[in-house]
């Protein structure tokens, strides 16, 4: 129950965002991308006194109703947090690059059974994270995801592995890392978004495999060749 309140928690945030940066742009205001941005946003809403009144007016409800979501997700995550603490599988799963503690918790808690799964690539298909194949002159090319399968889950992976990417690009990941060495191989040919998914993909399966086995992760230097071989 409390995964999926925080999904439609979630789900009403990413909607209201979207509604707040549609309305600045009428006005000619564009606000940075990322949820991070948007408290900004709204500041530089309320303080612009170019705008009418009454669409600073509205701007402030929008704000106001901002806030409230944002700390109905806060209640949830606190709690999902405190089931995480006590839960020996959420807590291997944690310590995946990439995964966290609330992904870990919408992982363990969503699977409805890991040996139900024949291998890590049918649960990351089952999560929705396995591109459509579309196939010209005899040649296979993965295209995007299917976006079937959890949302939530695949919402939280793909952030995770978002900041998992940032992490490597600034030079913050353990040297020897195999997720840094595979990540840094593939950014030197694909744009960061496939990337992500692709990291995505592959912290699913790690995750399937270490529910299979019951073991906790452990990083792995690889070799050079290891990590463009992946």
């Not at 002159?137 to 995770?160: M, N």
């Amino acid at each position: 129950m409390l995964v999926k309140l925080r999904d439609r928690l979630i789900r009403n945030r990413t909607q209201l965002v979207n509604a707040i940066r549609g309305y600045a742009a009428e006005f000619g205001i564009a606000g940075a991308k990322g949820i991070a941005h948007v408290t900004t946003l709204l500041a530089r809403l309320q303080a612009d006194v170019t705008l009418p009144a009454l669409a600073r007016e509205l701007f402030a409800m929008q704000a106001g109703e901002y806030a409230q979501v944002q700390a109905k997700i806060a209640v949830v995550e606190a709690k999902l947090l405190a089931w995480h603490r006590a839960d020996p599988c959420s807590q291997r799963l944690a310590g995946v690059p990439g995964i966290g503690p609330i992904g870990a918790t919408m992982l363990t808690m969503k699977t409805p059974a890991a040996e139900a799964f024949r291998s890590g690539r049918q649960f990351a298909a089952w999560i929705g994270l396995t591109p459509k194949d579309h196939s010209t002159a005899g040649k296979a090319r993965p295209g995007v995801i299917t976006r079937a399968g959890d949302e939530g889950l695949r919402s939280v992976l793909v952030v995770g592995a978002t900041a998992l990417i940032r992490r490597v690009r600034e030079g913050r990941c353990r040297d020897g890392d195999r997720f840094a060495a595979w990540v840094g191989k593939l950014l030197e040919r694909k744009p960061p978004k496939l990337v992500a998914v692709a990291l995505a993909n592959k912290l699913a399966r790690v995750a399937w495999k270490l529910m299979i086995t019951g073991e906790a992760y452990a990083v792995k230097p690889v070799s050079t060749g290891a990590a463009s071989a992946l």
